[in-house]
Structure formats: C-alpha cells, structure tokens
C-alpha cells in the first residue's frame, strides 16, 4: 500500500517560486500554480539565470533574450505576472553567500509566506545525476528563507528583514510529503510548458505539444498513485 500524500497547506497569499532556470518551474509544477492563481493567490518567479547555455545551436548572447521572452510568456499561462531574472551565469551557480544574498533579498522584497524550489539533492530519483545549478539554488533557497528573517545576516539589502516564510516547498523530490490536485490546471501546466518552443525544439525532435503533453500528464498520472488517483503535482514541505 502506498502512503498517501497531505494536501499542500491553503492558509496562504502570497508564494516566491525560485529556480535556476527558464523552464525549471514548467517541468510539472506550473500546474500547481495555475490552481493556487485561479483561487486568488500571488505567485512571483525568480530564476537565478537566463538560461543562455542551455540551446546547443544558439549562443548565450542569442539565447538568453530567447529563453526570457518564453519563460515570462509561459509563467503568464498559468496566472503569474512578476518574474525576475538575476543574471547569474548559467551552468557555473556557486553556492555561497553572494547567492544567498541574492535570494534572501528577493524574499525581503516579496514577502512570500510559501517559498518554492526545485530538487537541491545529488539525484532525480537515484538514477540520473542533478544538475549543479539546481543542487547550489536548492540548497540556497533553503538557507535564504531563514536568513531573510534575521537582522543581522545580510544587513545591507535595500527590504527589510522578513521573517514570515512559514513553509519551503520543494518540487520534483524524491520523498514527497505533500501534493497539489491539479486537475484543473493540467492543460495550463501543458500549454506552459510548450511556450518554451525554441528550447524543445532543440531538445528533441517530437512535436512540442505531444512532448509537452507526455511529460506533464504522464508526471501528474503517476503521482496520483500516491494521492487518492488525482492527478497530481508533488512536494517536500519543509516548515519554517
């Protein structure tokens, strides 16, 4: 018998989603988003980089003005506005201080009650090998949301301190606690996806919405197992 997942905690408006890359957020859970926008709740993206390495065929200085424009077009999909980049290099994120500066004066600036962020560990699911830029922004995101609370780590960033981040969610991890119905937002979460055109394009030779469509189905399809047979968006709670 599988354990059955909690349903992510709803007494909460605002949430910062902080990531390392466009399309980061659009690999399963922009359909949680779509759900938590459609009941009247702010939710803002940071991504650490522009993405610029990640197009084989473009170079950087092509690539990273292609990679914003879809990614503020697919964050638009699912109901978000706000999406900030912050220039660091694709590929070469250090962690350290100076990234966690960075985010924790993000969160001073949003407030956010729920911080969002992808996988930090060594692996996706113990068989292929995490990226360094998710592992380094995983990690500093967990760091940051307790360091943008006190006064006296990072004094000099323009927001005040902000001490009411009361959860991190952790997308894409390999011990989930905590799950998202996303039954009405999967087709946002597909057509999210798909805006990241030029990306796909060079990823793969199927068609971009048959691509699209597979994974973040296919994703939502097997989680449900763990969460009543609804389909589902996945996370690690972790409280603050």
């Known amino acids: ?5 909690e349903p992510m905690p ?9 990531v390392a890359h466009p ?8 359909s949680a988003v779509a759900i938590w926008t459609d009941a009247g709740r702010e939710v803002s ?4 980089t522009r993405g610029e390495a990640g197009i084989d065929s473009l170079p950087p200085a092509e690539s990273g003005p292609v990679r914003e424009r879809e990614e503020r077009a697919s964050a638009a999909v699912v109901g978000v506005h706000t999406v900030e980049f912050l220039g660091h290099a694709d590929g070469v ?15 001073r600036r949003h407030r956010p009650e729920l911080v969002i962020t992808l996988n930090p560990d060594d692996t996706w699911g113990g068989t292929y090998w995490n990226t360094p830029d998710h592992r380094a922004v995983g990690r500093a995101v967990l760091d940051a949301a307790a360091d943008a609370g006190n006064r006296w780590i990072f004094p000099d960033t323009e927001a005040e301190p902000w001490a009411g981040v009361r959860w991190v969610a952790v997308a894409g991890s390999d011990s989930p606690t905590h799950a998202v119905d996303v039954t009405d937002g999967l087709e ?4 999210s996806l798909m805006e990241h055109r030029a990306y796909i394009e060079a990823l793969t030779t199927e068609d971009p919405e048959a691509y699209a469509r597979n994974l973040i189905e296919g994703f939502a399809r097997e989680e449900a197992r ?7 968006v996945t996370f690690r709670l972790f409280n603050h």
Not at 1 to 5: A, R
Not at 10 to 18: K, N, S
């Open 1 to 5: 018998m599988t354990d059955q997942l």
């Open 10 to 18: 709803g007494d909460w408006q605002r949430a910062l989603a902080i």
């Open 23 to 30: 399309d980061d957020l659009e690999y399963g859970c922009a």
């Open 45 to 48: 993206y940071l991504i650490a």
């Open 93 to 107: 994120i250090e962690y350290g201080t100076a990234l966690r500066k960075d985010l924790a004066a993000a969160i």
């Open 188 to 191: 946002r979460g597909v057509r």
């Open 226 to 232: 763990r969460f009543g047979g609804r389909p589902a």
